[in-house]
């Protein structure tokens, strides 16, 4: 078998066997083929797609190329979630203990934010002591007696995704929905889970601005699940606003602490819900999306699913005084400036994208990898599409700690809404329930 | 700039600047972008192609790696011919004597065979003593003194396509029309001819099987030396069979001898005819096609033509006693067989890539560049298309040294013509007399 012929048979729109992937996969990870044949190969993909077989084998070669989770010996049943990522997300801060707290497992394998979205690991980290470098045995032995465990990746965890993703990013391949949805299932299947739901979310704060291209990376990667012999589920959920109040990296762990005391914006929390009730459904620890919320009611008044957030966070080396004292105990920047509406009217649209590249300019995220991320910076989104507004009203509360950063997210900021004279409609929250 | 923004423009199909395309091919040539980020780019290219203003950067920046060779301070026109590559295309052999004999400079830098196709260096080595291998000082002055040079591609001659040209043959994306027309405008330009005749070939022996592939290139190739300022001029001639009766190298340089004496088939003889006269007329060395003709027939029954090709052979280094008795100083192979029609009626067709293949697994020709090369094998096409055939009459002679290679060309050449009990029309030769 030679790489130049699979190249070949991609570039003409033809479909390669499973022996064919599992011999271009392997032999990248091992160093046998080279960067150049994969970056042609990976272009041809860009144009020519893969169909379900080819999706589900790559995906099962990249999973194979490192370590993966066996939870067999984990009685319950293992529950995840996977975003494709948004402003203010903060779902998997509160849906993990929620799963846990009504009897899932959740073995949770997160990333960190790159570009104007946030990221799990980041927003943990803004808990004093929190680690999320967990190797496979502790993240196993957590998870067993816990319920739920947030950990990063480890160097041996999926290393075809990793060398795959950093050629895709110099070579202006990333954005292929195929290869999108590999990356993501690659890792979400290797950490042993067998229910799997996936939000995938559009919108202008999305990476898949228009509803038709979420459905489809949804469809591509529901179908690979399956053909893997998952339980997967997807919902398109709405991100043409930011999710919540809070965008940062502490404050989205506030809120987050507020919604599993039963508090919390009303779109956060229905968010958290459908989601977690997918999970449970599922899996069946739940017999339908009622039971489940009767579940999730009890979990929240009950404390348990508060209990659980804090026991993972004492587990994982975090103070977990945060949970009773969260403004005492995690970072908050020092200056606050508030963004107002300049005029009244009705708020239509936020830019979405710009409130995240906002809170990133600030040090929320990052725009390399090697960026620090300052925790206690951020934001609070004050008004919502469709609200009326008064001339002079708060629409971002801003917490900074140094006055240039916060002078080019205030541009970016002022610039992403807009107030009209015409009424405005909400946006449909939960965009398509299952995809 | 950056690699990856160029990768993106060039995806989405959009155009790119000379500045851009500049910074890409310089960039590669001084190892500045890496392989597989120009693997991305020539894959996207394949997909989306490039107009003609960038075709014509691409060829500048591509000629413009290495050395181009400045020959204003010979006072005459200097004008070449190129063909894409058929099987028996001996052309050149005999167009660039005939041309010099008629007052052109015919500065010609060939390549070698690769795949089922004769290369012009490897014939003309058939010549016991003959040397290519001309430094581009050696060059010049030979040019100026005899009318003509023949020689290869020195390490210093457009390095940019021999990098591009070997990435590409390992990434899959050889076969894209505006990298095949910049690859070989590139390297014709760098000769520094002000005039340029093309023989797009098309037909089973041909790298463009259909003659609207054909047509394509031609006019891709004759705007990018257009837009670059030379007098560029486009043929489309038939290769549904092979050109003359020769295929191989000392016999194809047999049969050139022929023609330069008078002789030879009538096809190989009208094609160089028609060719040569466009050289003549693009260079204003004469009137018309008539006087061009006129010129062609003095300098042939002269025997002008044939001295200038003597010329050439002595000068470099070459044994000119094969113009006076190729049967003694050529190679020969030693042993011969008659390939013969399985039945009567009428031939109808060639498979004349099989006719090349089976040529080149006797020796004549390469499939990697590492193979040497049996300057005595080959065959003689004994019969043409259209032809009434009788049962046992002679198809080919086959001359080969090696038994079992011969076994598999006698395989490929057996299965290389087709006879009918329909009559069968001759092909077209030209084509397109200009695209």
Redesign the interface.
């Known amino acids: 078998m030679r ?3 699979l ?2 048979i991609k ?1 003409e729109g033809g479909k390669l066997s499973s022996e064919e992937i599992e011999f271009l996969i392997d032999g990248y990870v091992a160093g046998r083929i ?7 190969w ?3 993909v ?2 020519k797609g893969m169909n379900a077989a080819e999706l589900a084998t790559l995906t099962q070669s990249m999973m194979n190329s490192g370590d993966v989770y066996d939870l067999a010996d984990i009685p319950g049943v293992k529950a995840d979630k996977h975003s494709t990522g948004g402003v203010g997300d903060k779902v998997s801060l509160m849906l993990a203990p929620l799963a846990a707290a009504c009897g899932a497992y959740v073995p949770m394998i997160s990333g960190r934010g790159l570009g104007h979205t946030g990221g799990t690991l980041d927003k943990l980290e803004a808990i004093p002591g929190f680690s999320t470098n967990l190797s496979a045995a502790r993240f196993k032995r957590q998870l067993k007696k816990v319920g739920l465990a947030m950990g990063g990746q480890t160097e041996k965890f999926v290393p075809a995704d990793r060398k795959l993703y950093s ?1 895709r ?5 990333v954005e292929s929905i195929p290869l999108i949805s590999a990356s993501i299932m690659s890792k979400k299947l290797a950490e042993g889970c067998d229910v799997l739901v996936l939000d995938v979310k559009t919108g202008s704060g999305a990476f898949m601005r228009k509803q038709a291209d979420a459905e489809t990376l949804a469809r591509t990667m529901v179908a690979i699940g399956r053909k893997m012999g998952r339980k997967v589920s997807a919902m398109i959920t709405d991100m043409s606003q930011p999710l919540g109040c809070a965008v940062g990296n502490a404050n989205e762990v506030v809120e987050s602490i507020e919604v599993l005391k039963g508090g919390g914006p009303a779109d956060l929390v229905a968010v958290t819900r459908a989601l977690t009730a997918r999970m449970l459904v599922l899996g069946k620890l739940a017999k339908n999306d009622k039971d489940a919320g009767a579940q999730m009611d009890k979990a929240i008044a009950s404390g348990a699913a508060l209990e659980k957030f804090r026991e993972m966070v004492e587990t994982q080396g975090g103070d977990a005084r945060c949970v009773d004292h969260p403004e005492k105990i995690l970072p908050q920047a020092k200056k606050k400036k508030v963004i107002t509406a300049p005029r009244p009217g009705y708020l239509t649209e936020f830019n979405t994208l710009n409130v995240g590249l906002g809170a990133c300019v600030m040090g929320a995220g990052r725009a390399v990898v090697a960026d620090k991320i300052d925790p206690g910076v951020g934001l609070w989104v004050r008004a919502r599409v469709g609200d009326k507004i008064t001339k002079g009203q708060p629409i971002y509360e801003v917490y900074y700690n140094d006055a240039k950063r916060f002078a080019s997210a205030k541009t970016l900021l002022e610039d992403s809404f807009k107030i009209s004279s015409k009424r405005a409609r909400a946006p449909r929250l939960i965009r398509k329930s299952e995809v």
Chains 1, 2 share one sequence.
């Open positions: 790489a130049v012929d190249i070949r570039r080279p960067d150049y044949q994969v970056a042609a990976l272009m041809a860009y144009y050629l990013d110099v070579t202006c391949t």
